[in-house]
């Protein structure tokens, strides 16, 4: 069973950067799906981005291309969100998801197709 846990969210001002880190732990190795989703007060959760490991094909909601990118330290097992210029609606739980032996699908992740899910970790973009 994977385990993923997350880390890296903290308070930052508006216009400020962050990176958030997976570890996925107990990963089979080659292509595993590995992907971003948060969720914010009151609202659904949302596919943010997602990369199939050992590949670098990888997907961001095209509503954040510009500010947000994806990247992975296969030797580590984890994977990375950077987010840059980050405003309030920012603000959220930041979930990691994976699911093993498969690649991602086009476009922004979508939770059906996830088979394990980290803790979170809050990101709060505030002045």
């Known amino acids: 069973q994977v385990e993923l846990v997350e880390s890296g969210g903290n308070w930052v001002r508006p216009g400020g950067s962050l990176r958030l880190s997976c570890e996925a732990r107990?990963?089979?190795?080659?292509?595993?799906?590995m992907a971003w989703f948060r969720q914010a007060p009151g609202k659904e959760r949302e596919g943010v981005a997602s990369i199939a490991t050992t590949t670098e094909y990888s997907n961001i909601a095209a509503s954040l291309k510009d500010r947000f990118a994806i990247s992975e330290d296969n030797a580590k097992k984890t994977v990375y969100l950077q987010m840059s210029n980050l405003k309030p609606e920012d603000t959220g739980v930041y979930y990691c998801?994976?699911?093993?032996?498969?690649?991602?699908?086009?476009?922004?992740?979508?939770?059906?197709?996830?088979?394990?899910w980290g803790e979170g970790t809050q990101v709060t973009v505030s002045a």
């Open positions: 998801a994976t699911r093993p032996g498969s690649y991602c699908r086009r476009g922004a992740p979508e939770e059906s197709f996830m088979k394990s």
């Open positions: 107990r990963s089979p190795a080659g292509i595993n799906c």
